[in-house]
Every structure is written in C-alpha cells, then in structure tokens.
C-alpha cells in the first residue's frame, strides 16, 4: 500500500516563512539543492522530504536519491502498456495524454501503439493504418498543435505495402490518420526503407513558408541506398505532414581513414561512412539541430535554412569506439552476447545506439547524452559550436546503455536508461531529473529506478539475442531482437515519461522480443496530491 501524505502543514508553514518562493501562479516551488555534494544529509532530506504521493498508473515505486545517496523529492515507478515489442519511443501532448509505440513486433505483426488519458493509469491500443509495419514504429507530437505524427519502415508485402516509408499524423489522438510517403518515384526520388527514422516539429526560419499548418515537420533516417549514399537523409514537411520533400543532402564529410570496417551478420563490412542518426530538434528561431555518431564520432549539424545545408561541429571526446578487452569479457559473462546478431546482445557494442540524444533548454543551452560505460552529459552554450568535455550523470555503479536525454524550462533536463549494478546480471530503467544542468560543478542529478530490485525489466540481458525472429505469418529476414533505443518526454505537471521495454516471459533463457512489453516508466515530483503543478517553463 502506498504512503499517505503527510508534512502538509509544515510545507504550508515554510511557504509562509519565505523557505519556499511563491510564484506569479501562486504555486510553491521546491528550491534544489546548489549540488549533488551540498545535498542535505540523509536524516536531513528524509524529515523535510514529503511522502511519495498516489500517483495513478504507478507500480513498484521507488523512491529517488541524489549522487550522494541522500534522499530527493521524486518517485520512479512504471506502468504496462500492454503493447508487445521493443525499441519504445513516447509522447505527451499539451493536455496530459501520453503515447508509447512499439519499434518492433507488435502481437499481431504491426507496429504498436498505446494511449493513455489518465496519467498511465489505463492504456488503449490505437488502431494504426495497414501502410505502418511491425519495424521502427515511432511516434512524436506537435506541442503546439496536438497533431501526432508516427511513421514505420514499410511493409514489404500484403495489403499496405509499399516501396517507401510511410508517415502520417491524426489531430484526433490517432481515432484518425492521414498517411502519405517519404521518398520514392512520386515524389521524384529513389525508394527508402530507411531504418531509426525519427520525427521532430517546429517553427519555420526567416524565409521560409509553411502551407495550412503552423510548423515544418522534420524526419530523418539512415537510408542504405547507394543512390543516397549509405548514411542519413532527412525530408521535411511544410504543410504539415501531408507531403514531403528532401531539401538536400545532409551528409557531412569525413575522412575515410576514420571509418573502419564494421561487422555484419555476414561478416566484416567496409563502408565510405556509417552514419546513424537521433532525433533532431528546432529551436523557436527555427534553427534545425540534428545529432548523428559517423564513423564512431559523435558530430551535431546546425541548419538555418530549414535543412537545406548544415554545419557540422564534433562533441568533444564523444566517440563509440569499442574496447574489444571489455567486449570480450561480455562475451564470456554475459547472456545473450556471444553469437547475437551484430553484437546486440553485447552492451559495449550497443552503447552506440540511442534515439533521443540531443536537447535544448529555454536558455537555448544545448545538451548531448552518449554512452561509454557510463551515461555521460556533453554541454554547448553556442548553438553546438563548441562543447563541454563529457561528464558522467548516470548513478553510481551501473554500467549503463540507451541514454536519451530531453528538457524543460531553464538548466533542467531529464534522462532515461537501462543500467546494470556491479555484480549483477540483470538490468533495469533508470529515470534521473538533474537541475542546473549546464554547470557540472553545480548540478544536482536525482535517480530511480522504475521497478523494484527484484523485479527488473530485463532479467539477465539487456540489448538482444542470438535469434532471428521473422514476424508472424511470413519468412521476411528482419533483425527483431535488436533493441537500439528508447525516448522520454515531460508532461504538463512535470513528469518525466520513458519508453522502456520488459521481458514478460521473466526466464533467463527467453530469447524472444515477441514476448517483450513496453514499459512506461515515469519519474514524479513527490508532493502532496493538493500541490499545485510547479512551473518548469516548457
């Protein structure tokens, strides 16, 4: 049973003491510590913190602490969609709803996709249009609008299929759908399959002119086509998602001697450049950032032509370069890593994958999330130009992979990943809150779990398996036990959402994603059910 609330009225109490600033709304908001070091004492954080509060939809709630290990006034815990399938991607909109697509297998075949009106508290299973497939679902919303938008790789054969990607978007919380294409001979381009496609919305830039719709649509891919060259491109919408054209050739140059060969499910694979994208973001100016790992370098790419050229700019020390000694030991120790497909099983391979890399704060601060053993934290304060060296945000102990990163109002920023704790096989999701983000000596990063210890989500294995499952009813050679990434986003009241994925079946030896869930994890202030939401900007 959860606990109930209590500290009302010394919360009210240093309210009217001045402890707690009152804002123009008339809510109190919490003051964060200067820093994870200056955090109060356990006995301290434990009388002032208020009790976890009765969130709907939550289970196994856990209670967060600082770096240092004393307490922090938030609570992860999580809730079951009840969508089959991995590589999760969510959104919430303006008025609380929040969706959850499966990337991968879906029960039925197709790709999956989940609403939830009451906090995570009940879930519904949105209907999706023939044209989407059971491969890199992903959904996003317009925060301005409400319209969301999801796209897939198309399918290869049945009633839907096609010889390019489909995209659509539904202004009624997906009950409808508009879909149209990317690429392909009607819009005068080559066919795309593309792979870790992803959506991002926002203003247009001087000089540019939208048609029924407020905003540009964005999306971006890896598309292996030879015609395209095997790297990303990105398409954009200026009517709001009913077509799309590819304004240029995003790719950025890079020499070839950086780019070693790359092993495959047929063997070692040379390629003039790997590229693999996360999802971009627009600032209000309409400045479009896109983040992308070429080459085992991590380099973002600022636009001010809504895609039509890009500068690129390296983050400093962020590279994906594997150590083979510990990639060797994983091997040997770690279930599911030896002889899993292009190394998914394998955490020091998979630290290259992440969808949700890049974010900016209202300070126009920019932040970028990668893995090297640790989920580490890079900062540029000139629009990517320059960036800060790497600083490691995940908590301490954990080994941990498939960072992304998302953020809200001034220096604040919220993180998701699955960790492993030293000595154990098993892996779970971590959700972190850290306030004054831009300044590492300064920052404060609160961390919980979303379920409980002796409950993880991924018992004995984290990123895939040796098995090549095709979907249901058909032979297609596609790879559905790669899990490559997750996402997260704040809600209205401030809570921090994730996809997570979770192994149903609880076996050790279970090597099938069709009997994986996805996982709504969340992160939520602690305060009494009478605070008001605090206000974090947006």
């Not at 508009?178 to 000089?207: C, M, Q, W, Y």
């Not at 704790?421 to 983000?437: P, R």
């Not at 996402?487 to 959402?497: N, R, Y």
């Amino acid at each position: 049973m959860r606990r109930k609330l209590r500290l009302a009225g010394a919360l009210a109490a240093a309210v009217m003491a001045g402890m707690l600033p009152i804002t123009a709304a008339g809510a109190a908001t919490p003051a964060a510590p200067a820093s994870a070091s200056a955090s109060p004492s356990p006995a301290a954080a434990s009388a002032a913190t208020p009790a976890v509060r009765d969130v709907p939809g939550c289970a196994e709630e856990q209670p967060a602490t600082f770096n240092n290990g004393s307490p922090a006034p938030w609570v992860g815990c999580n809730s079951r969609s009840g969508i089959q399938g991995i590589e999760g991607s969510n959104a919430v909109n303006s008025r609380g709803t929040i969706f959850q697509a499966s990337g991968v297998l879906d029960k039925d075949g197709r790709a999956g996709l989940a609403r939830s009106r009451d906090g995570g508290k009940t879930w519904q299973r949105v209907t999706l249009p023939v044209e989407f497939s059971d491969v890199i679902g992903f959904v996003q919303v317009d925060p301005a609008t409400n319209r969301v938008f999801f796209m897939s790789i198309a399918k290869f054969f049945g009633p839907g299929a096609g010889s390019t990607n489909p995209i659509g978007y539904s202004d009624d919380d997906g009950n409808t759908w508009h879909v149209t294409r990317i690429g392909g001979a009607t819009n005068g381009e080559p066919n795309t399959f593309g792979d870790l496609g992803s959506i991002f919305v926002g203003p247009p830039p001087k000089g540019t002119k939208t048609t029924g719709y407020p905003n540009v649509v964005y999306t971006c891919n890896v598309t292996p086509y030879p015609s395209f060259g095997p790297d990303f491109q990105c398409w954009r919408s200026l009517d709001g998602g009913k077509t799309f054209q590819r304004p240029s050739a995003t790719k950025p140059t890079f020499p070839q001697a950086d780019c070693k060969p790359v092993n495959g499910p047929g063997g070692s694979v040379t390629q003039p450049s790997i590229i693999i994208p996360t999802r971009g973001l627009t600032a209000p100016d309409g400045t479009v950032y896109v983040a992308i790992s070429a080459c085992g370098q991590f380099v973002v790419g600022s636009s001010k032509d809504a895609g039509t050229t890009f500068t690129w700019n390296p983050v400093t020390d962020a590279r994906v370069d594997i150590d083979q000694d510990i990639l060797k030991d994983q091997q040997a120790n770690l279930p599911g890593c030896a002889g899993s497909i292009a190394g998914a099983g394998c955490p020091e391979v998979f630290q290259l994958y992440g969808q949700q890399r890049l974010a900016r704060d209202a300070n126009g601060t920019l932040y970028f999330t990668f893995n090297r053993h640790q989920t580490l934290l890079s900062v540029s304060k000139d629009n990517g130009k320059t960036w800060t060296q790497p600083t490691a945000v995940s908590a301490p102990g954990l080994l941990s992979v498939f960072s992304s990163v998302v953020a809200q109002g001034q220096g604040r920023v919220g993180l998701s990943y699955f960790g492993r704790k030293d000595g154990s096989k098993d892996w779970n999701g971590y959700l972190a809150v850290i306030d004054h983000a831009d300044n590492p000596n300064t920052r404060t990063i609160a961390t919980a779990a979303v379920s409980a210890p002796t409950n993880p989500l991924m018992p004995n294995r984290c990123c895939g398996s040796a098995v090549l499952i095709p979907p249901p009813g058909s032979t297609e050679a596609t790879y559905y036990n790669l899990m490559e990434h997750g996402g997260l986003s704040f809600a209205p009241d401030g809570t921090l959402w994730a996809a997570f994925f979770r192994d149903s079946t609880r076996d050790p030896n279970n090597t099938q994603s069709a009997a994986y869930e996805i996982v709504g994890g969340h992160l939520a202030p602690s305060t009494p059910s009478w605070w008001p939401s605090w206000p974090w900007g947006s």
